[in-house]
Protein backbone atom coordinates (compact mmCIF):
# COMPACT_ATOMS: atom_id res chain seq x y z
CA UNK A 1 0.00 0.00 0.00
CA UNK A 2 0.89 3.70 -0.67
CA UNK A 3 -0.28 5.58 2.58
CA UNK A 4 -1.94 9.04 0.91
CA UNK A 5 0.67 11.63 1.01
CA UNK A 6 -1.60 14.00 -1.40
CA UNK A 7 -4.77 13.94 1.17
CA UNK A 8 -5.84 13.85 4.21
CA UNK A 9 -6.46 9.54 4.78
CA UNK A 10 -9.66 8.15 6.18
CA UNK A 11 -9.48 5.40 8.94
CA UNK A 12 -12.03 3.59 10.04
CA UNK A 13 -11.47 2.47 13.98
CA UNK A 14 -13.72 0.55 15.85
CA UNK A 15 -13.73 0.42 19.64
CA UNK A 16 -13.04 4.01 20.27
CA UNK A 17 -14.71 5.37 23.16
CA UNK A 18 -11.56 4.43 26.04
CA UNK A 19 -8.37 3.38 26.08
CA UNK A 20 -5.96 2.75 22.92
CA UNK A 21 -8.73 3.21 19.93
CA UNK A 22 -9.55 6.47 22.08
CA UNK A 23 -5.68 7.44 22.00
CA UNK A 24 -5.65 6.37 18.26
CA UNK A 25 -8.65 8.61 17.25
CA UNK A 26 -6.81 11.63 18.82
CA UNK A 27 -3.88 11.47 17.19
CA UNK A 28 -5.26 10.68 13.90
CA UNK A 29 -6.96 13.86 14.37
CA UNK A 30 -4.31 15.75 15.26
CA UNK A 31 -2.65 14.46 12.09
CA UNK A 32 -5.25 15.99 9.91
CA UNK A 33 -6.61 12.79 9.08
CA UNK A 34 -10.25 11.58 8.48
CA UNK A 35 -12.07 9.20 11.39
CA UNK A 36 -15.18 7.53 11.26
CA UNK A 37 -15.08 5.53 15.24
CA UNK A 38 -17.36 3.46 16.01
CA UNK A 39 -18.38 2.98 19.25
CA UNK A 40 -21.65 1.99 21.32
CA UNK A 41 -22.14 5.56 22.37
CA UNK A 42 -21.18 8.33 20.73
CA UNK A 43 -21.68 10.33 23.56
CA UNK A 44 -18.76 8.47 25.67
CA UNK A 45 -16.72 9.00 23.33
CA UNK A 46 -16.96 13.24 22.63
CA UNK A 47 -16.87 13.65 26.06
CA UNK A 48 -13.88 12.20 26.52
CA UNK A 49 -12.58 14.00 23.37
CA UNK A 50 -13.61 17.04 24.93
CA UNK A 51 -12.45 20.46 23.58
CA UNK A 52 -8.77 18.68 23.09
CA UNK A 53 -8.81 18.00 19.47
CA UNK A 54 -10.31 19.21 16.61
CA UNK A 55 -13.40 17.18 15.77
CA UNK A 56 -14.41 18.81 12.31
CA UNK A 57 -12.63 15.68 10.34
CA UNK A 58 -14.65 13.16 12.78
CA UNK A 59 -17.33 10.69 11.92
CA UNK A 60 -18.69 9.48 15.27
CA UNK A 61 -20.79 6.29 14.38
CA UNK A 62 -23.03 4.19 17.25
CA UNK A 63 -22.58 0.65 15.60
CA UNK A 64 -23.09 -2.69 16.99
CA UNK A 65 -20.80 -4.67 15.40
CA UNK A 66 -22.19 -7.45 16.08
CA UNK A 67 -25.10 -6.31 13.18
CA UNK A 68 -23.99 -6.89 9.83
CA UNK A 69 -26.52 -4.67 8.26
CA UNK A 70 -24.89 -1.93 11.14
CA UNK A 71 -21.74 -2.50 10.22
CA UNK A 72 -22.09 -2.18 6.38
CA UNK A 73 -24.21 0.98 6.52
CA UNK A 74 -21.29 2.33 8.57
CA UNK A 75 -18.73 1.96 5.92
CA UNK A 76 -21.03 2.99 3.58
CA UNK A 77 -21.51 6.54 5.70
CA UNK A 78 -18.08 6.55 6.14
CA UNK A 79 -17.01 6.53 2.49
CA UNK A 80 -20.34 9.15 1.28
CA UNK A 81 -18.53 11.50 4.21
CA UNK A 82 -15.19 11.13 2.76
CA UNK A 83 -14.90 9.82 -0.36
CA UNK A 84 -12.52 7.23 0.43
CA UNK A 85 -11.39 4.54 2.68
CA UNK A 86 -7.79 3.75 3.53
CA UNK A 87 -7.30 2.33 6.76
CA UNK A 88 -9.47 -0.17 8.84
CA UNK A 89 -8.88 -0.62 12.59
CA UNK A 90 -10.38 -3.21 14.13
CA UNK A 91 -9.91 -2.73 18.26
CA UNK A 92 -13.39 -3.61 19.61
CA UNK A 93 -12.97 -5.65 22.39
CA UNK A 94 -13.20 -6.65 26.02
CA UNK A 95 -11.15 -8.85 28.25
CA UNK A 96 -13.23 -11.86 30.65
CA UNK A 97 -11.55 -13.70 33.66
CA UNK A 98 -12.36 -17.08 34.27
CA UNK A 99 -11.64 -20.76 34.19
CA UNK A 100 -13.18 -22.85 31.40
CA UNK A 101 -15.87 -24.31 33.43
CA UNK A 102 -16.90 -21.10 34.86
CA UNK A 103 -17.67 -19.67 31.60
CA UNK A 104 -21.04 -19.77 30.38
CA UNK A 105 -22.66 -20.42 27.07
CA UNK A 106 -23.80 -17.12 26.65
CA UNK A 107 -20.28 -15.61 27.98
CA UNK A 108 -18.72 -17.29 24.78
CA UNK A 109 -21.12 -16.15 22.72
CA UNK A 110 -20.95 -12.44 23.28
CA UNK A 111 -17.12 -12.35 23.63
CA UNK A 112 -16.85 -14.45 19.62
CA UNK A 113 -19.93 -12.15 19.14
CA UNK A 114 -17.64 -9.01 18.98
CA UNK A 115 -14.02 -10.67 18.57
CA UNK A 116 -14.38 -12.66 15.92
CA UNK A 117 -17.92 -11.87 14.07
CA UNK A 118 -17.77 -8.42 14.64
CA UNK A 119 -14.20 -8.34 12.85
CA UNK A 120 -15.49 -10.33 10.05
CA UNK A 121 -18.64 -7.90 9.32
CA UNK A 122 -16.03 -5.07 9.13
CA UNK A 123 -13.85 -7.10 6.68
CA UNK A 124 -16.94 -7.77 4.45
CA UNK A 125 -17.98 -4.10 4.81
CA UNK A 126 -14.60 -3.09 3.70
CA UNK A 127 -12.64 -5.21 1.85
CA UNK A 128 -14.67 -4.61 -1.72
CA UNK A 129 -14.06 -1.16 -1.57
CA UNK A 130 -10.16 -1.64 -0.46
CA UNK A 131 -9.85 -4.40 -3.22
CA UNK A 132 -11.59 -2.14 -5.87
CA UNK A 133 -9.19 0.51 -4.72
CA UNK A 134 -6.11 -2.10 -4.80
CA UNK A 135 -4.86 0.05 -1.90
CA UNK A 136 -5.51 -0.13 1.50
CA UNK A 137 -4.46 -1.32 5.04
CA UNK A 138 -6.18 -3.61 7.37
CA UNK A 139 -4.87 -3.29 11.34
CA UNK A 140 -6.37 -6.15 13.42
CA UNK A 141 -6.15 -5.18 17.75
CA UNK A 142 -5.07 -8.67 19.13
CA UNK A 143 -3.01 -9.31 22.02
CA UNK A 144 -0.02 -11.38 23.67
CA UNK A 145 -2.99 -13.36 24.59
CA UNK A 146 -3.48 -14.02 20.90
CA UNK A 147 -0.27 -16.22 20.55
CA UNK A 148 0.07 -17.28 23.96
CA UNK A 149 -2.51 -18.05 26.91
CA UNK A 150 -2.23 -18.59 30.19
CA UNK A 151 -5.25 -20.01 32.65
CA UNK A 152 -8.35 -17.70 33.34
CA UNK A 153 -8.04 -15.92 30.18
CA UNK A 154 -9.02 -18.91 27.90
CA UNK A 155 -12.12 -17.07 26.50
CA UNK A 156 -10.16 -14.23 25.78
CA UNK A 157 -7.30 -16.26 24.25
CA UNK A 158 -10.00 -17.75 22.25
CA UNK A 159 -11.14 -14.84 20.80
CA UNK A 160 -7.80 -13.81 20.19
CA UNK A 161 -5.99 -16.86 18.55
CA UNK A 162 -9.07 -16.64 15.91
CA UNK A 163 -8.70 -13.23 15.39
CA UNK A 164 -4.91 -14.21 14.11
CA UNK A 165 -5.61 -17.11 12.18
CA UNK A 166 -8.23 -14.97 10.24
CA UNK A 167 -5.88 -12.06 10.03
CA UNK A 168 -3.07 -14.71 9.03
CA UNK A 169 -5.11 -15.88 6.01
CA UNK A 170 -6.53 -12.29 4.83
CA UNK A 171 -3.26 -11.03 4.53
CA UNK A 172 -2.19 -13.46 2.06
CA UNK A 173 -5.53 -13.47 0.65
CA UNK A 174 -5.50 -9.65 -0.09
CA UNK A 175 -1.81 -8.92 -0.69
CA UNK A 176 -2.00 -9.21 -4.77
CA UNK A 177 -4.53 -6.37 -4.30
CA UNK A 178 -1.74 -4.13 -2.73
CA UNK A 179 -4.15 -4.09 0.61
CA UNK A 180 -1.91 -4.85 3.73
CA UNK A 181 -2.97 -6.34 7.13
CA UNK A 182 -1.10 -5.90 10.24
CA UNK A 183 -1.88 -7.94 13.12
CA UNK A 184 -0.57 -5.76 16.29
CA UNK A 185 -0.09 -7.77 19.57
CA UNK A 186 -0.11 -5.38 22.76
CA UNK A 187 0.88 -6.62 26.34
CA UNK A 188 -0.33 -4.74 29.22
CA UNK A 189 -1.22 -1.31 28.50
CA UNK A 190 -1.93 1.70 31.10
CA UNK A 191 -5.54 1.64 30.08
CA UNK A 192 -8.59 1.16 31.57
CA UNK A 193 -8.65 -2.72 30.42
CA UNK A 194 -7.95 -4.30 33.56
CA UNK A 195 -11.09 -2.33 35.23
CA UNK A 196 -14.03 -3.93 36.24
CA UNK A 197 -15.95 -1.91 33.31
CA UNK A 198 -13.94 -3.49 30.84
CA UNK A 199 -13.13 -7.18 32.56
CA UNK A 200 -15.81 -8.86 32.58
CA UNK A 201 -16.19 -11.79 35.49
CA UNK A 202 -17.89 -14.94 35.68
CA UNK A 203 -21.19 -14.53 36.99
CA UNK A 204 -20.93 -17.94 38.72
CA UNK A 205 -17.32 -18.95 40.26
CA UNK A 206 -16.46 -22.31 42.24
CA UNK A 207 -13.69 -22.28 44.68
CA UNK A 208 -11.84 -24.92 42.82
CA UNK A 209 -9.59 -22.67 41.19
CA UNK A 210 -8.14 -20.37 43.99
CA UNK A 211 -5.24 -19.75 40.95
CA UNK A 212 -7.93 -18.38 38.93
CA UNK A 213 -9.13 -15.96 41.81
CA UNK A 214 -5.65 -15.05 42.68
CA UNK A 215 -4.90 -13.77 39.41
CA UNK A 216 -8.16 -11.62 39.25
CA UNK A 217 -7.11 -10.43 42.17
CA UNK A 218 -3.79 -9.49 41.08
CA UNK A 219 -4.79 -8.10 37.76
CA UNK A 220 -7.15 -5.92 39.12
CA UNK A 221 -4.39 -4.22 41.55
CA UNK A 222 -2.30 -3.84 38.40
CA UNK A 223 -4.29 -1.46 37.37
CA UNK A 224 -1.91 2.06 36.68
CA UNK A 225 0.90 0.08 36.91
CA UNK A 226 0.74 -1.59 34.10
CA UNK A 227 4.08 -1.24 31.44
CA UNK A 228 2.38 0.01 28.16
CA UNK A 229 2.15 3.60 27.23
CA UNK A 230 -1.47 4.23 25.02
CA UNK A 231 0.13 7.17 23.90
CA UNK A 232 3.64 5.33 22.45
CA UNK A 233 1.45 2.40 21.43
CA UNK A 234 -0.67 3.97 19.55
CA UNK A 235 1.85 6.66 17.86
CA UNK A 236 3.66 3.23 17.10
CA UNK A 237 0.38 1.80 15.26
CA UNK A 238 0.11 4.95 13.38
CA UNK A 239 3.93 5.12 12.17
CA UNK A 240 3.70 1.38 10.84
CA UNK A 241 0.54 2.02 8.68
CA UNK A 242 1.77 5.69 7.32
CA UNK A 243 5.44 4.00 6.65
CA UNK A 244 3.51 0.87 4.35
CA UNK A 245 6.06 -1.43 5.96
CA UNK A 246 6.35 -4.03 8.98
CA UNK A 247 6.19 -7.22 9.72
CA UNK A 248 3.12 -8.89 9.91
CA UNK A 249 2.80 -8.80 13.90
CA UNK A 250 3.39 -5.62 15.10
CA UNK A 251 4.53 -6.61 19.14
CA UNK A 252 3.89 -3.79 22.00
CA UNK A 253 5.53 -3.56 24.92
CA UNK A 254 8.86 -5.14 26.46
CA UNK A 255 6.45 -7.62 28.20
CA UNK A 256 4.77 -9.08 24.81
CA UNK A 257 8.49 -9.12 23.51
CA UNK A 258 9.10 -11.72 26.33
CA UNK A 259 5.61 -13.46 26.01
CA UNK A 260 6.13 -13.90 22.22
CA UNK A 261 10.06 -15.30 22.94
CA UNK A 262 8.65 -17.74 25.48
CA UNK A 263 6.26 -18.81 23.09
CA UNK A 264 8.64 -19.45 20.41
CA UNK A 265 11.03 -21.57 22.61
CA UNK A 266 8.28 -23.51 24.08
CA UNK A 267 7.00 -24.63 20.30
CA UNK A 268 10.40 -25.14 19.03
CA UNK A 269 10.84 -27.45 21.67
CA UNK A 270 7.60 -29.38 21.44
CA UNK A 271 8.18 -29.55 17.43
CA UNK A 272 11.94 -31.08 17.79
CA UNK A 273 10.52 -33.36 19.78
CA UNK A 274 8.05 -34.95 17.82
CA UNK A 275 10.48 -34.85 14.61
CA UNK A 276 10.82 -38.48 14.76
CA UNK A 277 7.25 -39.47 15.75
CA UNK A 278 5.38 -37.49 12.91
CA UNK A 279 6.31 -39.02 9.74
CA UNK A 280 4.85 -42.69 11.82
CA UNK A 281 1.00 -41.73 10.66
CA UNK A 282 2.58 -40.96 6.67
CA UNK A 283 1.36 -43.74 4.13
CA UNK A 284 4.47 -45.77 3.47
CA UNK A 285 6.36 -44.78 1.29
CA UNK A 286 5.66 -46.63 -2.18
Known amino acids: MSFP ?14 GLGLELVTQLLDRGDNVAATTRSTERLLSALGDRVDTSRLLP ?5 RDEEAVRQGVAHTTARFGQLDVVVNNAGYGFLAAVEETSDRDVRDMLDVQVVGVWNVLRAALPILREQRSGHIVNVSSILGLTAVPGWALYCAGKFALEGLSEALAAEVADFGVKVTIVEPGYFRTDFLTTDSLALPTSATDAYPAVREMTSQHLNLQGSQLGDPVRGARAIIDQVVSGGGPLRQLLGSDAHSYASAKVDALRENVDATA ?4 GTDF ?3
Open 5 to 18: ADRAATWFVTGTSR
Open 61 to 65: LAVDL
Open 276 to 279: RTAP
Open 284 to 286: PAA
